[in-house]
Nanobody, 125 residues
Framework: QVQLVESGGGLVQAGGSLRLSCAASGRTFISYAMGWFRQAPGKEREFVAGISWSGSTYYADSVKGRSIISRDNAKNTVYLQMNSLKPEDTAVYYC???????????????????WGQGTQVTVSS
């Protein structure tokens, strides 16, 4: 059974930083792309960043230049380092693992088959 567990969320002031972690189990982690998504109150869930099984990355325009996605295959963990946080970054952040083995990242939710429970990020102004 595949499980994804996010951690690292919290309350931070604008301009601050957080590092989110997503620990995966139940799948050969190294072979799958991973993605981070977020959902703000009253809004649809949106893509934030993705990393392929080979390590290539992609970011949404809203976080580009402020965030870094990375993976540690030895620890079966993917990270999202977020800097220069803004109040509009407030959301529940979810990690997800892609359906396709050895595939690339995707902005499309349906391309991911397992999701974590989410971790709350709140940025105060």
């Amino acid at each position: 059974q595949v499980q994804l567990v996010e951690s690292g969320g919290g309350l931070v002031q604008a301009g601050g930083s957080l590092r989110l972690s997503c620990a995966a189990s139940g799948r050969t982690f190294i072979s799958y792309a991973m993605g981070w998504f977020r959902q703000a109150p009253g809004k649809e869930r949106e893509f934030v960043a993705g990393i392929s099984w080979s390590g290539s990355t992609y970011y949404a325009d809203s976080v580009k230049g402020r965030s870094i996605i990375s993976r540690d295959n030895a620890k079966n963990t993917v990270y999202l380092q977020m800097n220069s946080l803004k109040p509009e970054d407030t959301a529940v952040y979810y990690c997800a693992t892609a359906k396709a083995r050895r595939g690339s990242w995707s902005r499309i939710e349906s391309q991911y088959d397992y999701w974590g429970q989410g971790t709350q990020v709140t940025v105060s102004s």
